[in-house]
């Protein structure tokens, strides 16, 4: 082929790339999700899969199963849903990408180990075809694979026994940070990974950054507790971020000394909670980039709300409520901060709160004796 037909077929790939994406996103967002409860409708899905990568001749899914595809699908659109899903006031998205991104994750590990043993172009097409039905039948509305692996798979037989590994895991963890203050144990460590063939460092990487957080998403999302869900649904789309840059640099700069190195500090910062590296890259790049800026802010104002209806009492929450609202409701003059300051000490001093009985201890002359119906508060 010449240069310009090389060229044409580049801008072709794309351009199927990004319609496929389209149309994955159109369909995401038309649909209503069913649960994934009519085994017919997975039955119709798999065999429109195989035989589109069965049937379909190479010439025309050359251009549709791709690599970048097989991104654009299994992990740029997820990040932006999963942004999206931490940003809105709704919780309930958070568990459904937590969910699809431990089963993403687990597809993500296994591509490392899968692309350097393919070799022949018919092979590779059957691959990445296979990758990109996988994503996407665990968030197609009609399919919610990822729901139905988690009801029957992930909560049923995986949670139980990944809870004690999460906690040896987290014991494990612990004594790398303390390895951390002893620096001939990590450079030992470092000289040893340098040495490694660069497709194990990959491997090495990416395990790293999807091993342990796997275990922690499925715990977390077998949990009502949605803090956790909340926590890990960040990191994932962090990390898919971070696998997108690896995956699309890692062919120039695979080879370079220190590559896959920082790619693994990058995602210990990224995952710890010393650090919470993805709360602060989430928040100050992608959010901004994703448009979302205002949706957060929504959200994090109704978690402050939650918290402050937790710790104080429901007339002082209501005072406090009150405020906020005036100060963001009038008008942004200088002198509006000091005269709410003022009215929110006038209300809150102004307040009667119910008195609680202490219990008293001990008997003086004038009290009665204890009995059953002594109330004590």
């Not at 931490?86 to 692309?115: H, I, N, R």
Request: proline letters at 5%; hydrophobic letters at 45%; a negative charge.
């Amino acid at each position: 082929m010449s240069e310009e037909e090389v060229e044409n077929s580049l801008w072709i790939s794309v351009a199927c790339s990004f319609a496929v994406l389209a149309a994955v996103s159109l369909s995401y967002t038309v649909l209503e999700p069913n649960g994934g409860v009519d085994w017919k409708i997975h039955a119709v899905y798999w065999a429109a899969a195989v035989c589109s990568i069965s049937f379909i001749p190479h010439e025309i899914t050359s251009y549709i199963f791709t690599e970048l595809t097989v991104t654009l699908v299994g992990a740029v659109y997820p990040v932006y849903r999963a942004t999206k899903a931490v940003c809105t006031p709704d919780e309930d998205d958070d568990k459904e990408w937590l969910q699809y991104w431990t089963l993403g994750g687990a597809l993500f590990m296994l591509t490392s180990w899968v692309d350097d043993a393919i070799q022949a172009k018919d092979a590779d097409d059957i691959w990445l075809g296979s990758l990109l039905f996988c994503f996407f039948w665990l968030y197609f509305p009609l399919t919610c694979g990822a729901s139905l692996c988690y009801d029957h798979i992930t909560e049923p037989l995986l949670g139980p026994r990944l809870k004690p590994l999460q906690r040896n895991m987290n014991n494990f963890i612990i004594y790398i940070q303390q390895a951390l203050a002893n620096a001939v144990h990590i450079y030992l460590v470092w000289i040893i990974f340098l040495f490694l063939p660069a497709g194990l460092k990959r491997i090495l990487s990416i395990a790293i950054g999807t091993v342990y957080p796997f275990v922690c998403s499925v715990i977390a999302a077998a949990t009502e507790e949605i803090d956790d869900d909340t926590y890990w649904l960040t990191y994932w789309a962090v990390y898919g971020c971070l696998f997108i840059i690896m995956d699309l640099t890692e062919t120039w700069l695979g080879r370079v000394p220190g590559f896959y190195t920082l790619v693994i500090f990058t995602t210990v910062y990224l995952m710890l909670p010393m650090f919470r590296g993805a709360d602060k890259v989430f928040r100050k790049i992608l959010v901004p980039l994703a448009g979302l800026q205002e949706l957060l802010i929504l959200r994090d104002s109704i978690q402050i709300k939650k918290q402050m209806l937790k710790d104080l009492h429901p007339e002082r929450a209501k005072i406090v409520r009150k405020s906020i609202a005036q100060y963001f409701d009038g008008d942004d003059d200088d002198a509006a901060p000091t005269v709410l300051k003022g009215q929110f000490i006038q209300s809150w001093t102004a307040i009667k709160l119910p008195k609680i009985k202490m219990p008293k201890f001990g008997k003086t002359d004038e009290e009665s004796p204890a009995n059953e119906t002594t109330n004590l508060v």
